[in-house]
T-cell receptor, first 112, second 109 residues
Framework: IAGITQAPTSQILAAGRRMTLRCTQD?????MYWYRQDLGLGLRLIHY???????GKGEVPDGYSVSRANTDDFPLTLASAVPSQTSVYFC???????????FGPGTRLTVL | GQNIDQPTEMTATEGAIVQINCTYQ??????LFWYQQHAGEAPTFLSY????GLEEKGRFSSFLSRSKGYSYLLLKELQMKDSASYLC??????????FGAGTTVTVRA
């Protein structure tokens, strides 16, 4: 059982380029989340999805978009990357009412 | 929204006890979580409190006072492998988590 996988592990990207970070879970969890983690700021929620077909905005959604076509996949897209989007991105999932979120291994993104 | 405060760093000796405090201000409270994160790795779940009181799980315990907006994580019998960041997170009525910046604990031999 893999749990949650993310791809790529790391990426260096030129500013202005489009990039999609992939996230897949095999636990049949209803809810999925995208966070970014920056030094001194902790984890901040970008977007979330409570169930397939629905998405919502978190604390820092600008410059990012998501889709949830099915239960397992929750890709995060940067339409036109900017240097301030340099960060470590974590995907997570949970049952709708469960106590814990399970996190993927993260994607380290550098925008130059 | 949520305002979550925890100390930036703490240092303790192997075998000792360390208490990490977390205070929060929230517009809607639906539980408090503690996560452990080793450097370069993903956060992993440690504990969950939704009612006042102490939850004990082996060497780790977590306490919650909702009226005071206060929680602490207690780590007993510290081991070198406990050197990590500890994240306090508050869940709101929409089941979304807001995280504190994390407390880096360094365990010395």
């Amino acid at each position: 059982i893999a749990g949650i996988t993310q791809a790529p592990t790391s990426q260096i990207l030129a500013a202005g380029r489009r990039m999609t970070l992939r996230c897949t879970q095999d636990m049949r969890h209803n809810a999925m989340y995208w966070y970014r983690q920056d030094l001194g700021l902790g984890l901040r929620l970008i977007h979330y999805s409570n169930t397939a077909g629905t998405t919502g905005k978190g604390e820092v959604p600008d410059g990012y978009s998501v889709s949830r076509a099915n239960t397992d996949d929750f890709p995060l897209t940067l339409a036109s990357a900017v240097p301030s989007q340099t960060s470590v991105y974590f995907c997570a999932s949970s049952d709708w009412e469960a106590s814990e979120q399970f996190f993927g291994p993260g994607t380290r993104l550098t925008v130059l | 929204g949520q305002n979550i405060d925890q100390p930036t760093e703490m240092t303790a000796t192997e075998g000792a006890i360390v208490q990490i405090n977390c205070t929060y201000q929230t517009s809607g409270f639906n539980g408090l979580f503690w996560y452990q994160q080793h450097a370069g790795e993903a956060p992993t779940f440690l504990s969950y409190n939704v009612l006042d009181g102490l939850e004990e799980k082996g060497r780790f315990s977590s306490f919650l006072s909702r009226s005071k907006g206060y929680s602490y994580l207690l780590l007993k019998e510290l081991q070198m492998k406990d050197s990590a960041s500890y994240l306090c997170a508050v869940r709101d009525s929409d089941y979304k988590l807001s995280f504190g910046a994390g407390t880096t604990v360094t365990v010395r031999a």
